[in-house]
């Protein structure tokens, strides 16, 4: 288990980057359903683990943010949630 997917907007998050895919800020923001600081904070704090690159530039006159996924972020996800199944797959096992 990876505490730094312990929120579910950083879990969503990572999970809505999928392989390499990059989305910019209003798209994941709508993605998720959450507000912009929350969303600002979950990519800080993913960005800090080395798990997600945001980079900044504009469009029409507009500044923008592009966030995707590191290779590092991508494997750390997998792990977690190859952890999730097998606590999943324990509890199945428990009720039979």
Known sequence: M??????????????????????????????????????????THLQAAGYVLARKGTVGGRSRTWVRSTKTGRDAFAAHLQALREIVALGGAQML
Request: glycine content about 8%; aromatic content about 8%; some cysteine.
């Open 2 to 43: 990876d505490d730094n997917f312990a929120s579910p907007i950083r879990f969503s998050l990572m999970a809505a980057l999928g392989d390499g895919m990059e989305l910019d800020f209003p798209a994941l923001r709508d993605v998720l359903q959450c507000g912009d600081s929350p969303l600002s904070k979950a990519i």
